[in-house]
């Protein structure tokens, strides 16, 4: 029988996936394995360290049901859903506009409204007026492109935070005129903390981190001959900008409202171009 060293359990570890048929899934378990082992090995972990690791990512599975997805909430506050998001996207030796992330705030069947119109439904908040241009990669306005788009309150709630959960609120889906254009009375939504009343609420305190993210718009755009892009625009000054808890905001999707009139009151308004990627 083998005599298992430090070294040597690793190698043991590894060989064990000699047999495995799928080859990509024995290329992640090799590496996740080596990465795992030295990582324990770096650290000299110990089995009470382990052990409290085990029950953290327990509870992390306790909490998570159909409503509250926690352990994407601990990828997105280690930072590993936005490296996955850009390593999809690596390929950017062009304009296409960066992606962001989805976030657990999206929902299907969003109420449509034509351009124009106003999603906030009377909610409290400076106006803000945004407006938006779809285009292909070489500049061609993209007609009748898909727009989802959703975002916190004023007071940094997302509708599906609310007491009336089901009422969708602060999102909508437009469509794009013949020049790709869309446009949408709203008001500005203000930064938010992310979920923090459970085990990754918890990490964050332990490790000295705020939980929120920079206020700002998401967006959602699905047309004919283009992958679907699903980003966020980030409002500039927010005070989170640099220091997003789930690593979201990026420098090429921050805007400026500028100052502009909405039904004769004083807005913001903001105005992006989105360059889709062909299929
Ligand atoms: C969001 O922007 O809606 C979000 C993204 C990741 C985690 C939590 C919220
Ligand atoms: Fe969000």
Redesign the pocket.
């Known amino acids: 029988m083998k005599t298992l060293t430090e070294a040597g359990i690793t190698e043991e570890a590894l060989a064990r996936l000699a047999n495995c048929p799928i080859p990509r899934l024995k290329e992640i378990m090799t590496s996740l394995t080596r990465h795992l082992h030295e990582f324990a090995r770096e650290v000299s972990l110990t089995p009470t360290e382990w052990e409290a690791g085990i029950e953290f990512l327990t509870e992390v599975g306790h909490i998570t049901d159909e409503k509250r997805q926690e352990f994407?909430?601990l990828s997105?506050?280690l930072g590993l859903?936005a490296m996955v998001d850009i390593i999809a996207n690596r390929a950017r030796d062009n304009d296409w506009t960066e992606s962001?992330?989805?976030?657990?705030?999206?929902r299907n069947g969003a109420p449509k409204f034509p351009n124009d119109a106003d999603i906030s439904d009377g909610a409290a908040g400076e106006k803000l007026i945004v407006s938006g241009q779809v285009l292909s990669h070489g500049g061609k306005p993209i007609a009748r492109a898909t727009v989802d788009t959703?975002q916190?309150s004023a007071d940094g709630m997302?509708d599906l935070q609310q007491p009336h959960r089901d009422e969708m609120k602060l999102r909508g889906r437009f469509q794009t005129d013949d020049d790709g254009r869309f446009r949408f009375r709203t008001v500005r939504p203000s930064s938010?903390p992310?979920?923090a009343d459970g085990p990754v609420g918890r990490m964050l305190r332990a490790l000295g981190r705020h939980p929120y993210?920079p206020a700002?718009l998401?967006f959602m755009f699905a047309a004919r001959g283009y992958r679907t892009l699903t980003t966020?625009l980030y409002l500039a000054g927010d005070r989170y900008l640099d220091s997003d808890?789930?690593f979201?905001a990026k420098e090429s999707l921050v805007v400026r409202a500028e100052p502009a009139l909405s039904s004769n009151v004083k807005a913001g308004a903001i105005d992006f171009r989105f360059i889709l990627r062909e299929v």
Request: charged letters at 10%; hydrophobic letters at 50%.
């Open positions: 994407i909430l997105d506050t859903s962001s992330l989805l976030g657990p705030f999206f959703w916190a997302y938010y992310v979920p993210r700002h998401h966020a808890a789930v979201g």
